[in-house]
């Protein structure tokens, strides 16, 4: 069966540093790999995918993301936070119809 | 842009009443979900449907649980008869096709309070 884990459930960062965001996932199959981001009340926004070909993808607000095949990984990066970037940030793999997601990480960007 | 939306925002119930949540999705999208997370877990898969049928359910969707599009707009999940474990946020979202390259997009959310 297909899985995620966040491997860190809270990244207190201050602004204009860099930060990455862990995500492993398990998978027998070739995998579709997507983070999403959750702002305070609202829903889920697509933040970027993985689908198939570059394995680094670039999504909105200047996120980006890697693909390592090797490692089981799909890490989450910004070179420069911004206090706005604050919220929690949700890894997930497709599995069928259905979006497996990780546990979620509390992204807390600080002046 | 077209969003997928949700009423009511904060549903509270008596434990052993029926609740329907209801979601419009997008317009021109052929598959809807539902996925629920209770607080301070992560976001689980309920169900898939299309084509006023069930494509594929999770082991948390048992007989309490029934979703139905009555009309060409709506999108409702029933809880039949709530329990105390039931409070979650329920989410709904919508595809324009299901395949696994699509974009799930997600509403705002129903927070679903069960005293």
């Known amino acids: 069966a297909q899985s995620v884990t966040q491997l860190d459930s809270q990244v207190p960062v201050f602004e204009e540093a860099p930060v990455e965001l862990r995500c492993n996932y398990s998978?027998?199959?070739?995998?579709?790999l997507f983070w999403y981001v959750q702002y305070p009340n609202q829903g889920l926004q697509l933040l970027l995918k993985?689908?198939?070909?570059?394995?680094l993808v670039k999504g909105i607000n200047g996120f980006e993301a890697e693909f390592n095949k090797s490692q089981t990984s799909f890490h989450l990066r910004k070179p420069s936070v911004h206090i706005s970037d604050t919220a929690e940030y949700f890894c997930?793999?497709?599995?069928?119809?259905?979006?497996?997601f990780g546990k979620g990480t509390t992204l807390s960007v600080s002046s | 842009e077209p969003e997928v939306t949700q009423t009511p925002s904060h549903q509270v119930t008596q434990m052993g009443q029926e609740v329907i949540l209801r979601c419009v999705p997008i317009?021109?999208?052929?598959?809807f979900y539902w996925y629920r997370q209770i607080l301070g877990q992560k976001v689980e898969f309920l169900v898939s449907?299309?084509?006023?049928?069930?494509?594929?359910k999770s082991e948390i969707f048992d007989d309490q649980f029934s979703v139905e599009r009555p009309d060409g707009s709506n999108f409702t999940l029933k809880i039949r008869s709530t329990k105390l474990e039931d409070s979650a946020m329920y989410f709904c979202?919508?595809?324009?096709?299901?395949?696994?390259?699509?974009?799930?997009?997600f509403g705002p959310g129903t927070r679903l309070t069960v005293l």
């Open positions: 449907f299309y084509n006023n049928e069930i494509s594929e």
């Open positions: 993985y689908l198939s070909g570059s394995t």
């Open positions: 997930a793999v497709q599995a069928g119809t259905a979006l497996i």
């Open positions: 317009s021109n999208h052929l598959y």
């Open positions: 979202a919508s595809t324009p096709r299901g395949k696994g390259t699509d974009t799930q997009y």
């Open positions: 998978s027998s199959v070739s995998v579709y």
